[in-house]
């Protein structure tokens, strides 16, 4: 997956490099401002599943920038068979973080920071026998390292590694809680900014 995500991304840098030329570009200044759209999951490219955002991200100074954004995801899944097996979720969260940029020397703009996320999860099984209703809350906290790519002034993608601690809690019908902690790197995310 990680493969795939970091052949798509340079195939998109690639595409647009030559179109783009080399530009002066007056961004990550203070007072930038940009709607952010994320995507995350990059594996799962359908329409039964889908895990992103939308948020801002203000620059308070040079090269520094806060972001907050919500979270939605779904994931409908059927396992074929008799009978066949449904599994559903639904989730939605919010995560905040700073992003401190290197100065700007062309297009791309490498940065590092700290994000906090909160999300919630219910799932619904139905295996043609019962239903099983569960719920999750993840709780997260840790560093990011990504790289920012501006197409032009207004418009660019990034992409980022986290790497931090994660707790989740979890409880389902008929079942005692579980709480499950890691520490580790997480999924990489794609966003795409558009700065106004």
Same mark, same amino acid.
């Given at each position: 997956?990680?493969? %795939?995500?970091?052949?798509?991304?340079?195939?998109?840098?690639?595409?647009?490099?030559?179109?783009?030329?080399?530009?002066?570009?007056?961004?990550? %200044?203070?007072?930038? %401002?940009?709607?952010?759209?994320?995507?995350?999951?990059?594996?799962?490219?359908?329409?039964?599943?889908?895990?992103?955002?939308?948020?801002?991200?203000?620059?308070?100074?040079?090269?520094?920038?806060?972001?907050?954004?919500?979270?939605?995801?779904?994931?409908?899944?059927?396992?074929?068979?008799?009978?066949?097996?449904?599994?559903?979720?639904?989730?939605?969260?919010?995560?905040?973080?700073?992003?401190?940029?290197?100065?700007?020397?062309?297009?791309?703009?490498?940065?590092?920071?700290?994000?906090?996320?909160?999300?919630?999860?219910?799932?619904?099984?139905?295996?043609?026998?019962?239903?099983? %209703?569960?719920?999750?809350?993840?709780?997260?906290?840790?560093?990011?390292?990504?790289?920012?790519?501006?197409?032009?002034?207004?418009?660019?993608?990034?992409?980022?590694?986290?790497?931090?601690?994660?707790?989740?809690?979890?409880?389902?019908?008929?079942?005692?809680?579980?709480?499950?902690?890691?520490?580790?790197?997480?999924?990489?995310?794609?966003?795409?900014?558009?700065?106004?």
């Amino acid at each position: 997956m990680l493969k %795939k995500t970091a052949i798509l991304f340079c195939a998109l840098m690639l595409a647009t490099a030559a179109e783009a030329g080399a530009q002066t570009l007056n961004v990550a %200044k203070q007072g930038d %401002k940009a709607v952010l759209f994320n995507f995350n999951g990059l594996s799962a490219l359908n329409l039964t599943a889908y895990q992103g955002g939308l948020g801002g991200k203000y620059f308070i100074e040079d090269n520094l920038a806060v972001r907050g954004m919500l979270l939605f995801g779904m994931n409908n899944q059927t396992t074929g068979g008799t009978p066949e097996t449904t599994n559903n979720n639904m989730s939605f969260g919010f995560s905040a973080g700073i992003e401190d940029h290197l100065p700007l020397t062309s297009q791309i703009s490498p940065y590092v920071g700290g994000v906090l996320t909160f999300q919630t999860t219910a799932n619904t099984i139905n295996n043609g026998f019962g239903i099983t %209703k569960s719920t999750s809350t993840d709780f997260g906290l840790g560093a990011v390292g990504g790289i920012e790519y501006f197409f032009n002034q207004n418009l660019s993608l990034s992409a980022e590694y986290q790497f931090g601690f994660n707790s989740t809690n979890a409880t389902s019908s008929g079942a005692s809680n579980q709480s499950v902690f890691t520490l580790g790197f997480q999924t990489v995310g794609l966003t795409l900014a558009a700065y106004f």
